[in-house]
């Protein structure tokens, strides 16, 4: 069975980069033509979906509204995909998730979230 | 980016009533719609994609609905354990978006 596992700090200081990790288990990052996203929720808030990589790292798609702070990378030999957001501020206090979009039907992917890490809790605070 | 609107933003039902949820699109998504259920603390499960399939595993008292812009999450007989907050998603377009999420508190 897949598995999906954040890590990562669990503070980080305002204007500094934020970077997590999420790491495979279960299957490779490599298999098959999915994608591999990050979704992050506000205290208390809704889900905001901040972007994805494509499975062989050839293509990456962003959130408008973080595209310039975020880059989302593989590393097929660790089967581990990361996130890094630069500049941060207290705005990006959230708990972060690791998700694949995996649901297939013919031969489309639908774009729903199929599985999901556990979540981590990220701070900005000085 | 398409908005995603949810109503109600709460309820609050008893054990064995049916509950309905509706999702609203700000443009048409044919039926690229999914539910999650989110439990405190826990990460979101999906429940219901292209807007009416059951995902593998969900019991069958969840159901979905709709197509274009309108869509509706119907859970036939409320029990305990779906005390939750259920959200919307889009994934007609890039980026996908959720809708602000429906609490539904138990009686």
């Known amino acids: 069975q897949l598995q999906l596992q954040e890590s990562g700090p669990g503070l980080v200081k305002p204007s500094e980069t934020l970077s997590l990790t999420c790491t495979v288990s279960g299957g490779s990052i490599t298999r098959s033509s999915y994608y591999w996203d990050w979704i992050r929720q506000p205290p208390g808030k809704g889900l905001e979906w901040i972007g994805s990589v494509y499975y062989i790292g050839t293509t990456t798609h962003y959130n408008p509204s973080l595209k310039s702070r975020v880059t989302i990378s593989l590393d097929t030999s660790k089967n581990q995909f990361s996130l890094m957001l630069s500049s941060v501020t207290a705005a990006d206090t959230a708990v972060y998730y690791c998700?694949?979009?995996?649901?297939?039907?013919?031969?489309?992917?639908?774009?729903?979230?199929?599985?999901w890490g556990q979540g981590t809790m990220v701070t900005v605070s000085s | 980016d398409i908005q995603m609107t949810q109503s109600p933003s709460s309820l609050s039902a008893f054990v064995g009533d049916r509950v309905t949820i509706t999702c609203r699109a700000s443009?048409?998504?044919?039926?690229?719609l999914n539910w999650y259920q989110q439990k405190p603390g826990k990460a979101p499960n999906l429940l219901i994609y292209a807007a009416s399939t059951l995902h593998s595993g969900v019991p069958s008292r969840f159901s979905g609905s709709g197509s274009g812009a309108d869509f509706t999450l119907t859970i036939s007989s409320l029990q305990p354990e779906d005390f939750a907050t259920y959200y919307c998603?889009?994934?007609?377009?890039?980026?996908?978006?959720f809708g602000g999420g429906t609490k539904v508190e138990i009686k």
């Open positions: 998603q889009q994934s007609y377009d890039t980026p996908p978006t």
């Open positions: 998700a694949r979009p995996g649901i297939w039907s013919g031969h489309s992917e639908v774009g729903a979230f199929d599985i």
């Open positions: 443009q048409s998504i044919s039926t690229y």
